[in-house]
């Protein structure tokens, strides 16, 4: 066992952090702490590699000139915390891939600060350790250094994001936890009342009525970085406590929050990654849905949807009804609602293989088609298709101008109900982008997507639910559809979309508590239930309320998009895992009956 050596009060832990010398301080005498990456035994040499958050640097213990030294070196375990004093030398050996790789520290005094147990898994760039593992002991994987990276990168954003917003007159200001239900469309977690039995405060889900409140006290400019709490069904990659970027601002058309958003994402760009975003373009919600079969397209690349029949009449492009498929025998078609396609160019030398591949992907119950039409517009002019039998060559040729098709593309066609065809449709389209591939994750391409619906039907429930949430203020000119055809209501309300991924979004809100009441009603709210949840919202909008509107950023998506990476765990220092469980604390987890009968609960399971 090694002791462990106290140091000498005035003995100074460390010179330099591991990260930190280069060839021009040879000969200097450093001191160094850190922990024990790996070491090296070469017969007359030993090497440590010592890690802090800096860096790596190599220790160097020579068996000829200090033998007892080299001897103690080699006792040192992995994570061991260890303290050195050295002499900066220059490497014979030297790793480019190390900012610190010209040196090495030839050491003449070693200090064990602190031993270690053998860590459970590999603490390297790369680990050996499985997810659970690696949350148990978040401590051991936070040393990697990708983690650690991607935690300081999520500093450096915020700390970005505060100083942009700090510069436009934005002030932070910090809302309760223990508040009561917002309706963001999750549900609640909930946190008994010792004090109040049979009474439960509700985590937020956003801060969204204060943030509005704070309008009406004038604040005008609000941010926060914050934590919103959703229990929502565990979907892969959603974390059940999550950050936004939550922002409010009073006396503020639609436009001007796309301009100074768009300005907090280029700046962040810019700072952080050095790179100038491009102006970030417009569509509303209708042409992305028609043009992509998504809110959130990728618009990295084009291969966007044509219609080859559409019962409804493409209302955002003003075209009437299309039909170029009707009447030719082929009843798939025939009894679809829509038949839909993407033009891959340079595709139609696609093998048998790999179109049963795409067949099989359609079919898959993720994406929901029932098969997959395919159209090759060979390199010689000639057309053929999987369904030959029933279009002439000159129905076909009329659907290649449709497509804009030129010799050597690939059409892909499904059909069925306009809905499902057109999501099942976009995912094939993400699918051909990765195989093209179109989608480089170094490539950011921003999209705001505006005027979404207001409302959505649920026919499970037969109610109209807010899209977004019931504070978003319908458009001046379709307010009066909220008896009539509430379906048809466009909201002012936008979404900050970038590679396909929705990274924000927010509304021009309610401010009038006549309109408000007349939301909740439509929500299927009765007064006496808008009353008992948001009186303290109606009386404010009572008191002089700024017409007034804000977004949302979900911060960890957006630290992991700038990482370069599509899960956002490794971008919470704390995350918790696919059952929403904390490994490392081990929560949830029951609590004593005593504790349960002070909060007077009971549980029955
Ligand atoms: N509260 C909204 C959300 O969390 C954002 C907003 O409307 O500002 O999505």
């Not at 307010?479 to 309300?493: F, M, S």
Request: contains cysteine; glycine residues 8%.
């Amino acid at each position: 066992m090694i002791a462990l050596r106290s140091l000498k009060i005035d003995t100074m832990y460390r010179t330099h952090t591991c990260g930190e010398l280069r060839i021009s301080e040879v000969n200097k005498k450093v001191t160094l702490a850190g922990w024990m990456q790996r070491s090296r035994n070469l017969g007359g040499m030993t090497f440590i590699d010592m890690r802090d958050r800096y860096g790596i640097t190599q220790l160097m213990f020579n068996m000829e000139t200090n033998a007892d030294l080299c001897k103690k070196a080699r006792e040192i375990g992995r994570e061991f915390v260890i303290q050195v004093i050295g002499k900066v030398a220059e490497r014979s050996n030297k790793n480019p891939q190390l900012p610190t790789g010209d040196i090495e520290i030839i050491v003449e005094e070693l200090n064990v600060l602190n031993a270690a147990k053998t860590p459970p898994f590999t603490i390297e760039d790369e680990s050996d350790g499985g997810e659970d593992l690696r949350m148990k002991y978040r401590y051991l994987d936070l040393r990697r250094k990708p983690v650690a990276s991607s935690i300081q990168l999520r500093h450096r954003m915020a700390t970005e994001t505060r100083k942009y917003l700090d510069s436009q007159g934005f002030i932070e200001v910090e809302t309760p936890v223990l508040i009561k239900s917002t309706p963001e469309g999750a549900r609640d977690f909930v946190v008994p009342s010792r004090m109040n039995p049979g009474e439960f405060y509700a985590l937020p889900q956003s801060p969204q009525t204060f943030k509005q409140i704070l309008m009406v006290a004038g604040f005008d400019k609000y941010f926060q970085i914050v934590k919103c709490f959703r229990d929502e069904d565990l979907r892969a990659d959603r974390q059940p406590e999550f950050t936004q970027i939550d922002c409010e601002m009073s006396f503020i058309h639609q436009q001007d929050i796309l301009d100074t958003f768009e300005g907090l994402i280029r700046h962040l760009f810019k700072t952080v990654k050095g790179v100038d975003l491009v102006k970030v373009p417009v569509m509303n919600y209708a042409d992305a849905m028609r043009l992509y079969g998504s809110d959130k397209p990728d618009t990295r690349f084009e291969m966007t949807f044509v219609e080859l029949k559409s019962l409804t009449p493409s209302l955002s492009k003003g075209e009437g009804v299309t039909d170029l498929t009707s009447g030719k025998g082929f009843k798939v078609f025939d009894d679809s609602e829509m038949v839909v396609g993407i033009c891959a160019k340079g595709c139609a030398n696609y093998s048998r293989k790999q179109l049963d591949e795409l067949t099989e992907f359609v079919k898959k119950p993720q994406v929901g088609a029932k098969g997959l039409v395919y159209v090759k517009f060979e390199a010689d002019g000639s057309i053929k298709s999987t369904v030959d039998k029933f279009y002439s060559a000159d129905d076909l040729k009329k659907w290649m101008e449709k497509f804009n098709a030129a010799p050597g593309d690939l059409i892909l066609i499904l059909a069925g109900e306009a809905d499902k065809t057109g999501k099942a449709l976009s995912v094939l389209r993400l699918e051909m982008g990765e195989r093209l591939g179109f989608r480089d994750k170094n490539v950011f391409k921003p999209l705001w997507v505006t005027d979404f619906p207001l409302l959505e039907w649920n026919e499970d429930d037969k109610r109209w639910y807010a899209m977004h949430h019931p504070f978003t203020s319908p458009k001046a000119e379709d307010v009066h559809l909220l008896e009539t055809d509430p379906g048809k209501i466009r909201a002012n309300a936008y979404d900050l979309v970038i590679n396909g991924v929705e990274l924000g979004g927010g509304s021009v809100r309610i401010h009038d508590k006549g309109l408000q009441k007349k939301m909740f009603n439509v929500l299927g709210f009765s007064d006496a239930e808008a009353e008992m949840k948001f009186s303290f919202l109606m009386n404010a909008f009572e008191f002089g309320a700024p017409p007034h509107g804000g977004i949302a950023f979900g911060f960890d998506r957006l630290c992991a998009m700038f990482g370069g990476s599509e899960s956002i765990r490794d971008f919470i220092a704390f995350p918790k895992n696919n059952a929403g469980r904390d490994m490392m604390i081990d929560s949830p987890s029951p609590i004593s009956e005593e504790q349960l009968k002070e909060l007077h609960l009971k549980v029955t399971l």
